[in-house]
């Protein structure tokens, strides 16, 4: 009785820490996983290896997750602009100073969570249909527009605070993905 | 044969080895991979700690003869292929650490970077 | 596009599924017995033989010894790997940690003085492990995580780079040195004063602790390095 619940959640935190999508949460469940199969290797009288993986897999290799994970807490931006031919140094550095540099400030500074940014000149639908972004800044003409989810945390605080994060640009557009269709948008 | 029979130590055992395998496959993040790689690894030391065991085995420590040792050769080998596998997950990491902070890389995606990005 | 990818992700699915339910089918129906020859040797009289009262610490020490020597091998490869990948671009003198005043403000309170009260017996437990391998589960893989473990949570409070980080890498492969010389003088050249149980257990005891200080700073290089020169 002991072995097959054991056993069970031995399956179930190992299916947790694979699927779940939250790195943190992942890596609590594997040192959780580590810790009930060095009890299964205690059940399976073999007190030597239950103690290595103690020692290993729940305190060592769950420290080191957690700092490799510190220092690269990815938060993911795209920035779309369809009218540029090329990107290169100098359009970037004309929209780093309005919008980019203190989106980032913000995210990291505030969020703790550190932000990826890609620029493309992709059209947004296709953007938006191949890769998964978090957040996604559309700059089209003279309007800029940003898109993001309802349920990520990190975009509220950003609508929340966007007045003072970006004060150059007057007239920005928060779209929810999940709440408009696409073609509503144009 | 009580569906729960089947739950043993090797079948569990084979069971870790796929999942971990599946999350290899289809995860992008690259941390997720070396973890999925460490779930592969417990699979296999538990399919091999439960391969010869017997029920009432006592570990195979002083000269107790009342009850059956456990075999302590699949303990002795595991032993070492857990100090092994620290060193697997902490030089994964460190190349994953290495990439990110040299490329800005941080998931097996096929898509970005593809047309005019400059990052 | 996101056609294609779906069917690349049921395909792997389908993938994971047959090669469990395959690798099971053969296992459920193997029913072929075989003799367990090297577990009634290995059990049969340890004590006598090699002195363990531990037959795992009998067979990792003396009777499969290679074993520990290609995994020490194996450990030290590691360790080289990962102080090789965090010099790929830079110079080490460079990436010096700086030293900062030290901040009790970003630290908890409480992990400090839980710290303060776990941290000997940590060490203790460590040390316990590693002298008491040949007599109790345990030995020097266990102790020397259990040691590193110890400095890892020193790291937690006192998070500054005041290591000599040079002194422990060549410590490793002094030791490591010592764990090859150590086994082919006692165990295959059989250089030993007497074929008692006493020095059988003088050579389990040193070995184990080879072999835990080796783990030990093989581990703390690994944490160290990663901790300060990377991602800086």
Known sequence: MFETFVLLTLLVLACVAVFSDNLRRSIIFLGAFSLTIALAYLHYSAPDVALAEAAIGVGLSTIMYLVALKKVSVYDICYVNEDVEVFDDRQINEIMNSIVRPLELFVERTEEIEPQLAYTNRSLEAVMREDDHDCMIHRKGNLTYIYGDTTDQVFQDIVANLNEIITDIEDIRVIYRDEVTLDGTD | MKPLDFITGEIVGILLFFIGLYGLMTKKTIVKTIMSMSIMESGIFLFYITINFTEGAVPPIGQAQEAAFVDPVPSALMITAIVIGIGVTAIGLTMFMHYKQKHGITHWSRNRNQTGSGH | MAQTSRIFHAVRILFAVLGAAVVLFLFLNHSEQLDTPLMDYFTDDFLGQTGAQNSVAAIYLNYRVFDTLFEALMLMVSVME??????????????????????????????????????????????????????????????????????????????????????????????????????????????????????????????????????????SIIFYRFVFYEGR
């Open chain 3, 82 to 219: 990962v102080i090789n990948v965090s010099w790929a671009n830079k110079h080490a003198e460079q990436y010096r940690f700086e030293k900062d005043d030290f901040n009790r403000k970003n630290n908890s309170e409480i992990v400090i003085r839980m710290v303060g009260i776990i941290y000997p017996f940590v060490l203790l437990i460590g040390l316990y492990i590693i002298i008491n391998g040949h007599v109790s589960p345990g030995g020097g893989f266990q102790g020397g995580a259990v040691l590193a473990t110890a400095l890892i949570t020193r790291y937690l409070v006192y998070p500054n780079f005041d290591l000599d980080l040079h002194v422990l890498e060549k410590l490793e492969k002094f030791l490591f040195l010592s764990i090859v010389m150590t086994p082919v003088l006692y165990v295959f050249m059989q250089l030993q004063p007497a074929d008692t149980t006493l020095t059988n257990q003088i050579y389990l005891v040193a070995m184990n602790s080879l072999i835990g200080m080796k783990v030990f700073s093989g581990l």
